[in-house]
């Protein structure tokens, strides 16, 4: 059978021309909107200030988008998905017409390989490999997308709907901002490639926790606090000063709930000075701070600044005093701990034979995590002190000792009810999470021959138990009886 040479022609309309064009207007858009993607999230806020000090056009366009990316990645992404979206199913509609299914197929199959290269790959290779050059060039127009009342409220509703169809809160904000798992991505890879060493990694991973941190985890708790009655003379207290090696002690009336302000050690120096020794240290005492013990430490660092101030008090939910937080205790959040002359020389991590490590008992876990490379399990504690409790289920006795997953948990050091150190070993084979103590554990207890600070010398108006991160010193010998008043 002969085929009509008439009839294998393909009748082109206008309709079609127009169509065409949209086609190729849409994926120009596209590659526009994924450069522009690429590079607006790969310029920090730093440098595109930088570029605005310079003069450089749309620097300042620049400075808005990436000082709030959540207002502008998700209006880019929306429009990207509808340009390729809609470009799609043009060229499905128009192969189908002048050339029916298998033109269709092949149509999309083509049209599908221009887009990877054309829309996604290529103009997203030019923009990380010109980040600053692409995003100056795309800044006004995506800011102006983003003002665009109509386009912004679509976005958001989409948003709204998102987090209505999923279980939990959701993201107000949406999906497209980049996370703290991805920031810590990068961190790694930089290692892994020699970009950034192994220090600055662990302090961007410091920096991308200290949002999340409450005073609770960074306070001098409770017991290992120094203070001194208001009653004693400035001269005893001058003593708790040179023994401890402190600049500022908590002064309390009838009781560690009873914080009636801060001594400083130059205020009472100047005191004695004028004679004034036997003066009760009361008559000196500055206003001290009071901070919940959930208040973000973030925000207790800025107070601290703009209000200078280097010591407050922390108080729980009904006032009680709950510890104490200074400076160099958020400081050490970001930089780690660190120790001056007056610590006490006693490692804070001790490591074992077989790839444990001993800690303090007040450790962070999440920091005990990190050290092991563990996944010991979070709760209602804080420290490794606290999941020991909290499987124990009573006040352990010394080298007592608990499994958790695959490590064993042996309590050393115990002051009072207080578990001074914890040694932390990995142990194999079938057991459950709250074995007995074995001899093992107590006989490696038994060998721990390090100084064991004493926590709890209140006495007759001083309570002291070491200010600080360090076991404490002594406090100072009471008054004498005809001292008192």
């Known amino acids: 059978m002969v085929v009509p040479a008439a009839s294998l022609a393909v009748t082109v309309s206008t309709t079609d021309v127009w169509i065409v064009l949209a086609v190729a207007v849409l994926l ?24 605005a000090d310079e003069g450089r056009p749309g620097a300042d366009a ?55 290269v054309v829309a996604e790959s290529a103009p997203k290779t030019r923009a990380v490999l010109n980040s600053e050059r692409v995003a100056l060039a795309v800044a006004r127009p995506v800011r102006s997308l983003a003002q665009f009342a109509p386009l912004r409220q679509t976005t958001r509703g989409l948003i709204g709907l998102t987090n209505l169809i999923l279980p939990g809160k959701g993201l107000r904000q949406g999906p497209f901002v980049s996370s703290e798992d991805e920031a810590r991505a990068v961190a790694e890879l930089g290692v892994d490639e020699g970009v950034i060493e192994e220090d600055e990694r662990a302090l961007i991973e410091s920096i991308i926790e200290f949002g999340d941190t409450i005073l609770r985890e960074v306070m001098v708790p409770r017991p290992d606090m120094v203070t001194v009655s208001g009653a004693f003379r400035i001269a005893d207290v001058m003593e708790v000063f040179l023994l401890n090696g402190y600049s500022r002690l908590p002064v309390c009336g009838d009781g560690l709930d009873d914080v009636i302000g801060l001594a400083y050690a130059k205020d009472l120096m100047g005191a004695e000075r004028d004679g004034k020794q036997d003066a009760p240290v009361r008559e000196l005492v500055r206003p001290a701070r009071f901070v919940p013990e959930t208040k ?14 280097h010591m407050a008090i922390v108080v729980d939910e009904y006032g009680a005093t709950a510890g104490l937080v200074t400076l160099e205790d958020i400081i050490e959040e970001l930089v780690g701990e660190i120790v001056d002359e007056f610590d006490v020389d006693d490692p804070i991590v001790e490591p074992l034979a077989g790839g444990g490590i001993r800690v303090y008992g007040r450790t962070p876990l999440d920091q005990v995590n990190d050290l092991l490379g563990a996944r010991l399990p979070e709760g209602d504690w804080d420290t490794i002190g606290g999941l020991v409790y909290d499987r124990v289920g ?18 050393q050091r115990i002051q009072g009810r207080r578990i001074g150190r914890v040694s932390i070993t990995p142990e194999q084979g079938p057991g459950g999470e709250d074995d007995a103590s074995d001899p093992v554990a107590a006989d490696e207890a038994s060998r721990d021959d390090g100084p064991r600070p004493t926590t709890d010398h209140a006495t007759n108006g001083i309570a002291a138990s070491g200010a600080g991160r360090q076991p404490p010193t002594p406090a100072s010998p009471p008054p004498r009886d005809d001292e008192r008043g």
């Open 28 to 51: 120009a858009m596209a590659a526009v909107l994924a450069a522009a993607e690429t590079a607006l999230t790969r310029v920090s806020r730093p440098r595109a200030e930088a570029l």
């Open 62 to 116: 620049l400075v808005q988008l990436v000082a709030r990316p959540e207002q502008f990645v998700t209006t880019v992404v929306l429009l990207l998905l509808v340009c390729q979206i809609v470009q799609a199913t043009l060229v499905g509609i128009l192969a189908d017409r002048l050339f029916g299914v298998v033109g269709m197929v092949v149509a999309i199959t083509v049209d599908l390989v221009i887009v990877f």
């Open 296 to 309: 973000r430490v973030p925000e207790m660092l800025r107070e601290m600044q703009r209000d200078k101030f």
């Open 394 to 411: 009573h006040v352990p006795v010394e080298g007592e000792s608990v499994r958790v997953d695959e490590w064993r948990l042996t309590a």
